[in-house]
Every structure is written in structure tokens, then in C-alpha cells.
T-cell receptor, first 113, second 109 residues
């Protein structure tokens, strides 16, 4: 079956611009996660959605970052007024239930010039 | 201190050899663990889940030592295709995973 999909695969933007990253989880997966990974680093948790519960936003690095998940499926991560330190690969993952293994999408490689 | 730490390696091994490496975790409440493999410029792929003392899947064996708070991954009969970065993750609450920075393994012909 189809895995997690993300778009765009690559995004180059200028400092100060807003960007929107999209994630389409595996059908039927109720849990959705956003991470970012900088070069040579581990995965940094950003935000978690589970069903209709309030999201866990504890990993968002600043108020320039926000995310939403519409209809319990597709999610959008928005970064406002991008900075160079926002350059990273943004990975989305989904799982069938809390605590289960997470399956990752191919990521969006964001470059802020 | 990071919640999950890994030896970055690299572990360079010949084809057919056995390679093993550990992942230590600081949160004693961690309930389950996962090993992922990540190829260069690709997303992590789930390799193995560990919910009790260990798990085995073909040439891959994971062992959990709760007393010493580490989890190991052993790869037997290494293949060239096993060359990758292996990420360890621990689940500390109902859903959040903490990832290590990864261990690089290179299998040479």
C-alpha cells in the first residue's frame, strides 16, 4: 500500500519568507508526527497529532512554527519568516496507534538562503 | 545529557562478519525501543521493534538490558547492503520517541 508522502521534496526559499510543508500519512494511521533532521544529527521531535486530541506542540522551536492536521489526515507544517537555521530535512511519520512503530515519509529538504 | 546516545562509529567490517553496537538511554521509564536504518539522504526505515528483552529477525538481533539501560543491535553475516546509519529510538511516554544520532556501519567487500 501507499506509504507516507510529503511535498515538496525540496524547497529553496529566501530568508524571511513563509513556507508550507505537506504530509499525507498512511491511510488509517491515527498518529502523525513531524521531525526535523539537520545534517549529521538525530531526529528532533517537533509536533504530534493523535486523532481529535489536542496536539503535542512541545517540540516546536519557536512561535514561527505551526502545524495543523485537517480531518484527521493531511497535515501542514508552516514556518513563518524563515531563518537560515531552519534549513534541515523535515520528516513526517505516522503510526497506526500510540506507541507503535512509526513510518516515515521521504522528507522535505528545506534550504533557506 | 541526551536521552538516547549512540556511538557514531563508523564500524567498518568485511562482508560476512558480525557487527554489534549499543545504544544507551537515560530515561528508566522508557517502555519500548526501535531500531531504524537510514541510508544517505533517505528517510529512516523501521528495522525492528523491541518491547521486552529482545527481538530477532533473520540476521538482525536486538537485545534490551534494562538494568544497564542499553539496547544492542547485532548483525550477522553482514552484507554490502547493510551499509547504512542505524538509529536507535526509545519511547518514553505513550507516543514520543527520542532518537539517537545514529551509528554508521560500512560493510566492505
Amino acid at each position: 500500500g501507499a506509504g507516507v508522502s510529503q511535498s515538496p521534496s525540496n524547497k529553496v526559499t529566501e530568508k524571511g519568507k513563509d513556507v508550507e510543508l505537506r504530509c499525507d500519512p498512511i491511510s488509517g494511521h491515527t498518529a502523525l508526527y513531524w521531525y526535523r533532521q539537520s545534517l549529521g544529527q538525530g531526529l528532533e521531535f517537533l509536533i504530534y497529532f493523535q486523532g481529535n486530541s489536542a496536539p503535542d506542540k512541545s517540540g516546536l522551536p519557536s512561535d514561527r512554527f505551526s502545524a495543523e492536521r485537517t480531518g484527521g489526515s493531511v497535515s501542514t507544517l508552516t514556518i513563518q519568516r524563515t531563518q537560515q537555521e531552519d534549513s534541515a530535512v523535515y520528516l513526517c511519520a505516522s503510526s497506526s496507534r500510540q506507541g507503535a512503530g512509526q513510518f516515515f515519509g521521504p522528507g522535505t529538504r528545506l534550504t533557506v538562503l | 545529557r541526551k536521552e538516547v546516545e549512540q556511538d557514531p562509529g563508523p564500524f567498518n567490517v568485511p562482508e560476512g562478519a558480525t557487527v554489534a553496537f549499543n545504544c544507551t538511554y537515560s530515561n528508566s521509564a522508557s517502555q519500548s525501543f526501535f531500531w531504524y536504518r537510514q541510508d544517505c539522504r533517505k528517510e529512516p526505515k523501521l528495522l525492528m521493534s523491541v518491547y521486552s528483552s529482545g527481538n530477532e529477525d533473520g540476521r538482525f538481533t536486538a537485545q534490551l538490558n534494562r538494568a544497564s539501560q542499553y539496547i544492542s543491535l547485532l548483525i550477522r553475516d553482514s552484507k554490502l547492503s547493510d551499509s547504512a546509519t542505524y538509529l536507535c529510538a526509545g519511547r518514553s511516554n505513550d507516543y514520543k520517541l527520542s532518537f539517537g544520532a545514529g551509528t554508521t556501519v560500512t560493510v566492505r567487500a
